[in-house]
């Protein structure tokens, strides 16, 4: 497993074109992913995307009883040789990561189209993405809603 994250760190490390764009990723979140009964975290470790040798995976859904904050974490199925990935920072010519992360960068809907309100945002650790959503919201996304993420940048990479 070690040589795994090694090898990620060291792809990334590697990335000599930084071709960047912009890019949206559309989620559904399942009723049955979402705790409103208990305040225990939830752990569904759930690839719910894949898209650039990214995945998206909810990791974990926890009622805090004034939000509900869902945390998604990012894997790579990397080729160590090139390839593309999808990240969510900007990744600078020095090798430093500069956090770009925006509440604009999340639209959340329900299931009929209608904005829901979101809460707060985090990043981190590496291309890790997290929103809270209100109790004032719940009632409307009892039966699952949808997500639109627009802060992922494509990178495309090659090794010299």
Do not use: C
């Amino acid at each position: 497993m070690l040589s795994i994250f090694f090898m990620i760190l060291v792809i990334l490390g590697l990335v000599s074109t930084q071709k960047g764009y912009s890019v949206r990723l559309d989620l559904s979140i399942k009723p049955e992913w979402i705790p409103f009964d208990t305040e225990k975290p939830q752990n569904p470790n759930i690839k719910i995307a894949e898209s650039q040798n990214t995945n998206i995976i909810l990791q974990q859904v926890w009622n805090k009883g004034n939000d509900i904050y869902f945390n998604f974490h990012t894997t790579f199925d990397l080729n160590y040789n090139n390839g593309k990935f999808l990240y969510n920072m900007l990744i600078n010519d020095d090798g430093t990561y500069t956090t770009k992360g925006s509440p604009e960068d999340f639209q959340l809907t329900d299931l009929h189209g209608s904005q829901i309100q979101i809460g707060q945002t985090g990043y981190g650790p590496g291309s890790d993405f997290s929103f809270g959503i209100d109790p004032s919201e719940y009632e409307r996304i009892r039966n699952g809603f949808n997500v639109s993420y627009s802060g992922m940048i494509l990178y495309e990479y090659s090794r010299k």
